[in-house]
């Protein structure tokens, strides 16, 4: 009997819940990676797909807004400021990268998900918050975070 054919794997079935779009295209790519054997790489599947760009960008400043809203005091919701305001006007507002690493995973992946949407130049980032550019300017006035002085150029 060792030429026996092995009995096919029995079905399975999987119920997932995601929260939006974005989710559920990445999940689908994850599966068809799974499925398939073969590596994709995120990137460029982002590249690719400008919807998802801007849904991922979307689910990002609101994870942003979020954040600043429940600890408008922290050291992390004045990092969040500073990089809005890095985005709104960067020569006012610079922003250093490496403040990326002081913030929590999931608010630095926000922060790369909106930058990654913010450059393809669709749209300025205070027409995209809750509150538009008052917002922005209110934060930035409650964190201390003043524009850049000429002379510091």
């Known amino acids: 009997m060792p030429n026996q054919i092995p009995p096919e794997p029995r079905p399975l079935s999987v119920t997932m819940t995601v929260r939006n779009q974005a989710q559920a295209r990445e999940l689908d790519m994850a599966w068809r990676e799974i499925t398939s ?3 994709l790489v995120r990137t460029e599947a982002l590249g690719h797909d ?3 760009i801007m849904d991922r960008a979307q689910e990002a400043l609101r994870t942003i807004e979020t954040a600043i809203g429940r600890n ?3 050291g992390q919701a004045r990092r969040l400021v500073r990089f809005l ?3 709104y006007n960067g020569q006012d507002y610079p922003f250093d990268l490496t403040d990326l690493r002081a913030l929590d995973t999931q608010l ?3 922060c790369l998900d909106y930058l990654n949407y913010d450059r393809l ?3 300025e980032v205070h027409h995209h918050l809750k509150g538009g550019e008052d917002q922005l300017h209110q934060w930035r006035y409650d964190c201390g975070i003043e524009p850049r002085l000429d002379s510091e150029r």
Do not use: V
Request: charged share 30%.
């Open 108 to 110: 630095a992946n926000a």
């Open 37 to 39: 054997g073969q590596k």
């Open 50 to 52: 400008e919807q998802e």
């Open 121 to 123: 130049g669709r749209r």
């Open 85 to 87: 305001a890095g985005l």
């Open 72 to 74: 408008p005091t922290s």
